[in-house]
């Protein structure tokens, strides 16, 4: 616990924020040790790359004062191997976008939400189109093979393939949807920090509404209508996106590269005695 009264409310924040955590790693058998070495190695990789000194190459005894790790245990984690192998998002980001041009783009589907079943290869619209149209440069089979694998897409007997979640949240396996827990809640947390230290005269969007006193008829309504609201929302800023994004719109203008996007979650909890 920190010994300052200052970072009393940083402590609790991290608690809460941790306790959730902690339900998905206990889930996975993961004990405590494990934790710790990953936070060893993220005070590491954060202090090493964001808290150097202007013109001066970071060192191991800097990293080691930041920290409050010693010399030895910075000088091992600074050397594990390259991780750049480990799921950068880019595949989870591709396969979204494709998902959400099938939903709103009316070359196919409706123009209104209802996508079409594709053929692999047709002189009209097909699956191969949507993918050179909206994923960049990813193989096409590749493609469908993510889709086919996280449960997204089915094939059909006469070989169409048909749209089954408008989103991609994989259906199979926990570790993709593990990899959208790191992802998702990392940029959560990027923007509060933004707001908090980085530029808070020019604050990033950040809003929530709540209220804890509602029947359990009426969450049933809040799901289904958060979940058609919110796709509309998130559909509208997509296409608006999709517009200056260079992989989709080569022919967009302006300098350097951002990622930039905007997420939504509903979050429910029982507070009544019988739950």
């Known amino acids: 616990m920190p010994k300052s009264k200052s970072q009393r409310p940083l402590a609790d924040a991290t608690l809460q924020l941790l306790r959730p955590l902690v339900r998905i790693l206990l889930r996975n058998n993961v004990p405590h040790q494990a934790l710790a070495e990953w936070a060893k190695q993220a005070y590491i990789e954060v202090a090493d790359k964001e808290f150097g000194l202007d ?144 530029a808070p005269a020019k604050p990033r969007f950040q809003r929530k509404v709540m209220y804890d006193n509602v029947p359990l008829e009426a969450a049933k309504d809040f799901q289904v209508l958060v979940a058609a609201q919110s796709q509309e929302l998130l559909e509208s800023l997509d296409r608006w996106l999709a517009q200056r994004d260079r992989d989709v719109n080569p022919a967009a203008k302006g300098t350097g590269r951002v990622r930039l996007g905007v997420g939504l979650y509903h979050f429910e909890e029982r507070l009544d005695k019988e739950s």
């Open 55 to 198: 013109g001066k190459k970071q060192t191991v005894s800097r990293i080691a004062i930041l920290t409050g790790l010693t010399r030895k245990e910075v000088q091992r984690l600074l050397h594990q191997p390259d991780k750049s192998a480990l799921p950068s998002g880019e595949e989870y980001h591709r396969a979204a976008r494709v998902i959400t041009g099938w939903v709103r783009d009316p070359d196919f589907g409706d123009g209104k939400g209802h996508p079409h079943p594709l053929r692999m290869e047709a002189k009209g619209a097909s699956f191969t189109d949507l993918v050179k149209r909206y994923s960049g440069d990813m193989p096409v089979r590749a493609m469908l093979d993510e889709l086919l694998r996280v449960g997204a897409v089915k094939q059909l007997k006469d070989g169409r393939i048909c749209l089954l979640a408008r989103a991609y949240v994989p259906q199979k396996g926990a570790a993709e949807k593990l990899h959208i827990l790191g992802s998702d809640t990392a940029d959560l947390i990027a923007t509060i920090d933004h707001n908090l230290y980085g």
